[in-house]
């Protein structure tokens, strides 16, 4: 009888780290922890991905070199979630953390009406993956749906917050019981109009009123979005003074790419999350320092440029440039700085850490840069 190729341990190893690299290197966008083990004589690839392709990829080139390998990895999401692995954002704002406990890093946040993907669950949290592909667990604030009622949602009205702070009401009247806080970028569903005042319901069936002065309808809002250099620098203002707040993607508090982000989706456009995603994304203008090809709305990026002695650039910061070399982001608080050392709002430190301008207006639906309309958790069939 013939006997089965025999393969080691370390074997595995490196064909689990090379499909790791291929499929999912950005852990922050895609989950892979997969291992080799041995039980017996039995060898076993076991853990968890989001890529069908890497899965299907490791598994049929771990059994060329070895057919007895058994297959315990689970392809998120599975059985364990059911048929509601999807989700509407209920809360004004919601935190994402690192790890399935309060005590973990917020690495993001997500928006009321704002449609996810439930992956996986452990005891009250749920791991969710975000419009923009970011994967984190949240405990509450998310209305678990099936794809068909997530179907039905996306085909209701809606309006969407455009105050950068407001309430809603039990009545059509602000002397009426608060329901929540509700923030700039949230959508709700609108049933219906009474006096100055929209009724609106919660992704989780709570009914509301919210003021029209606080609020535009959905079709209306992205037929009158101007995606200009202008629009962006004026959004972009409209949120100074509003403290830095690690993970933040919100009015209530930003980090830098969370910052934004939001001014980006403030005009429809869904953009990667991070700072080191978004630089990826556009088309390069510059990257020595030069602002005579910049325009209004471009993305300033900084951090530790490559060198011989450490090759790998590392981006940490990003601001929004408005023109006359100044850039506007979020360091302490949202507040505008400058490049020119004659200027008054100088930073020296930024200054030295540039990396480079990158443009978004007029990339549209590329890479990383897809406008709210066209993408696919947005969009019905």
């Given amino acids: 009888m013939a006997q089965e190729p025999t393969t080691s341990k370390s074997d595995l190893e490196q064909l689990i780290q090379n499909i790791e690299n291929k499929y999912a290197p950005d852990k922050r966008v895609e989950v892979f922890t997969i291992e080799a083990i041995e039980s017996g004589e039995e060898s076993i690839l076991k853990g968890e991905t989001t890529s069908r392709l890497a899965h299907q ?14 297959d315990s990895i689970r392809l998120l999401p599975d059985e364990v979630i059911g048929e509601k692995n999807w989700g509407v954002i209920y809360n004004s704002v919601a935190d994402l953390r690192s790890k399935p406990a309060y005590s973990s890093e917020m690495v993001s946040q997500v928006l009321m009406g704002m449609p996810v993907r439930i992956l996986d669950k452990s005891g009250s949290w749920r791991r969710i993956q975000t419009p923009e592909g970011y994967i984190g667990w949240m405990s509450g604030s998310v209305h ?3 794809h068909a009622e997530l179907q039905a949602y996306l085909t209701k009205p809606k309006i969407v917050i455009t105050a950068q702070y407001a309430k809603s009401y039990s009545t059509a009247d602000t002397q009426s019981q608060t329901i929540s806080d509700i923030v700039i970028g949230n959508m ?11 009724k609106v319901t919660y992704p989780d069936g709570r009914e509301a009123f919210v003021e ?9 809002w992205l037929n009158k979005i101007d995606l200009s250099g202008e629009s962006i620098v004026q959004t972009a203002k409209q949120l100074m003074g509003v403290p830095y707040v690690w993970g933040g993607t919100s009015s209530k508090g930003l980090d830098c790419s969370g910052f934004t982000k939001t001014v980006y989706w403030l005009h429809g456009i869904v953009t990667a999350r991070d700072a ?13 320092g030069n602002f005579d090809d910049a ?13 011989d002695e450490n090759p790998k650039e590392r981006v940490v910061h ?20 400058s490049f020119d050392p004659e200027s008054e709002l100088y930073d020296e430190y930024n200054t030295n850490r540039y990396l480079r301008t990158m443009r978004y207006i007029g990339s549209e639906n590329t890479q990383g840069i897809t406008a709210t309309i066209l993408h696919p958790y947005y969009t019905t069939p």
């Fill in 318 to 337: 990003v601001g929004i440039y408005i023109g006359n070399q100044q850039f506007i982001h979020a360091s302490d608080y949202i507040h505008i700085n």
């Fill in 144 to 146: 678990k749906l099936k």
């Fill in 188 to 198: 709700l569903t609108v049933d219906g109009e009474e006096k100055d005042f929209y």
């Fill in 295 to 307: 325009q209004k709305g471009d993305l300033v990026f900084f951090g530790v440029k490559a060198t």
């Fill in 212 to 220: 029209k002065q606080d609020a535009q309808e959905v079709d209306s």
């Fill in 57 to 70: 990829q490791l598994i049929a080139e771990a059994r060329e070199i070895y057919p007895g390998i058994k």
């Fill in 276 to 288: 080191s995603q978004q630089i990826k994304y556009g088309v390069e203008i510059d990257r020595v």
